[in-house]
Nanobody, 123 residues
């Protein structure tokens, strides 16, 4: 199975920047798509950005031009560079990964979540 550990959250002023990182470890054959999701208080979890094993990216409209997702396949890490942060970006940010692993004695496409890291944008 895959364990995902996020880091880099914290408090930042509006207009500031933060960089989130997520490292995958454990037992798996390969990691396919990795991504970042977020959940604000009282709201549902929503997609922020994803990146495939081939490097193709997808962004939510509300972060286009401000956030950049990147990946180091050799290190099994994914990062999210967040610029021009707004108070509405305040949320717990979660790392997510689709991976090939073992389940019930068979190779299966599985999914894993990190524990989340809090990003607070406030003056």
């Amino acid at each position: 199975q895959v364990q995902l550990v996020e880091s880099g959250g914290g408090l930042v002023q509006p207009g500031g920047s933060l960089r989130l990182s997520c490292a995958a470890s454990g037992s798996f054959f390969s990691i396919n798509t990795m991504g970042w999701y977020r959940q604000a208080p009282g709201k549902q979890r929503e997609l922020v950005a994803t990146i495939t094993s081939g490097g193709s990216t997808n962004y939510a409209d509300f972060v286009k031009g401000r956030f950049t997702i990147s990946r180091d396949a050799a290190k099994n890490t994914v990062s999210l560079q967040m610029n021009s942060l707004k108070p509405e970006d305040t949320a717990v940010y979660y790392c997510n990964a689709d991976f090939l692993g073992w389940e019930y004695g068979k190779v299966a496409l599985l999914n894993a979540w990190g524990q989340g890291t809090l990003v607070t944008v406030s003056s």
